[in-house]
């Protein structure tokens, strides 16, 4: 693979310079527009545009014609490259998602929702505080579970029902793990879906969307020799696409660019050959009803078998409810929790079937495509909570 950066005036010029250099089947990654020369304060300075293209060798050209076999090493190195990418976009993103909160005044859900959330957290107090005298084995794990930001009344029923059936507890015994997991058990809801027909990813910016569809497309491509293809209206993004295109052509699965919900009509009506169709879309501000009212439209439009919102779980409570309201609009049938490498914080296991009544279908525990996946399981995921749970009990 042969990666080249071009500075120009115009991407028109940059198109040029790519076809001779690298030829025909070069891929732009991306195209930022950079400052250059002037004096003080950047005074009489031209705009340039930096462009990244790609294109894969002549042997790998060759080797992925046959069926397909890609090496995980291209993945890794497409990976550093569109690392660097995306964190100019997740910048990007973040300053844009701050403007959207500050003009939006919505914020009379958010302010009711804290409410909501402070009583809730008075009722806490009442049952783990003085007034009750909780025992102090119990209050441990009720004080263990708020650290891992676990829904406060999840947290008061369980003490309720530790009181009721054990007076206190011993968190060192053994026996009490096994008592904790088949008491929040029923709590963590998870579904091992069949991956067929149309399925689309949803959620806001950043929190894996296109990472994750990556991974398991090359899972059922590259494991289960299923016939997949990607769409993607993720158009918004520069390069977006591009990215998704790259890793495509990596897995010789075929892709298609959509603009509209029209236009994704005509192409998924073109594919109907696909054992799945695995749909990305831009990533929505939960604050922006137009983004929100954009993303329906294209989901009414699709009519998916599945839809996957995708939830960061390093994301506040208070916004993870705001996320499951406002895309509940939208239709989702399954979660799947992100980065979950990336927080000690085991609350949104909880937390997510329980406010929204979806089942998790998949976790991701890191960057690598296609490695950091599972299916979730909810006997798996109880013990790995109950476990942390109880290991902050145990040594705070
Ligand atoms: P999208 O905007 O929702 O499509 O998000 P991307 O797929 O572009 O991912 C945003 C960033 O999160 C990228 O840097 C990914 O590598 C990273 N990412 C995705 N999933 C995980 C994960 O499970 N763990 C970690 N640590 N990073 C992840």
């Given at each position: 693979m042969k990666v080249k950066k071009y500075l120009v005036r115009d991407v028109a010029e940059a198109m040029k310079m790519i076809k001779e250099d690298l030829g025909d089947n070069a891929v732009i990654l991306s195209t930022r527009k950079v400052k250059k020369g002037g004096w003080f304060?950047?005074?009489g300075a031209k705009t340039f545009f930096e462009v990244t293209a790609v294109v894969e060798d002549e042997n790998h050209k060759k080797q992925s014609e046959k069926p397909k076999r890609i090496g995980r090493e291209d993945i890794y190195k497409l990976q550093e490259i569109l690392e660097k990418n995306r964190q100019e976009r997740l910048q990007k993103a973040i300053t844009e998602s701050k403007a959207i909160q500050a003009s939006n005044n919505s914020n009379v859900t958010d302010e009711m929702e804290k409410i909501k959330e402070m009583i809730s957290e008075l009722k806490m107090m009442v049952i783990?505080?003085?007034?009750?005298?909780?025992?102090p084995g119990i209050e441990k794990i009720a004080k263990s579970m708020q650290i891992h930001e676990i829904d406060n009344e999840v947290t008061s029923k369980l003490v309720e029902f530790l009181r009721m059936n054990y007076?206190?507890?011993?968190?060192?015994?053994?026996e009490i793990e096994y008592k904790l997991i088949d008491y929040l058990r029923p709590y963590i809801k998870t579904e091992e879906v069949s991956l067929e027909g149309r399925i689309i990813f949803v959620g806001p910016?950043?929190?894996g969307k296109t990472t994750t569809l990556a991974k398991i497309a090359a899972r059922l491509a590259l494991e289960e020799k299923k016939r997949i293809a990607i769409l993607t209206?993720?158009?918004?993004?520069?390069?977006a696409a591009e990215q998704l295109k790259t890793y495509a052509s990596i897995m010789n699965i075929p892709i298609r660019v959509a603009y509209t919900p029209q236009e994704a009509r005509m192409h998924l009506n073109a594919m109907i050959d696909y054992d799945a169709i695995l749909i990305d879309t831009a990533g929505r501000s939960q604050k922006n009803d137009l983004q929100m009212r954009e993303l329906k439209a294209i989901v009414d439009t699709v009519i998916p078998e599945k839809v996957f919102l995708v939830v960061s779980m390093t994301a506040r409570f208070l916004d993870i409810k705001d996320i499951l309201r406002k895309f509940k609009e939208v239709g989702p049938t399954h979660v799947i929790l992100t980065?979950?490498?990336?927080?000690?914080?085991?609350g949104p296991i909880i937390n997510v079937p329980y406010t929204s009544n979806l089942p998790i279908s998949f976790i991701t525990n890191g960057q690598r495509v296609p490695e950091d996946i599972f299916v979730a399981n909810t006997f798996e995921l109880t013990k790995m909570v109950v476990k942390e749970v109880l290991n902050y009990a145990r040594t705070s």
């Open positions: 304060f950047g005074l783990s505080g003085k007034t009750t005298n909780i025992p007076g206190d507890i011993d968190i060192n015994n053994e910016t950043g929190v209206l993720d158009t918004y993004r520069i390069a980065k979950l490498d990336e927080t000690n914080a085991m």
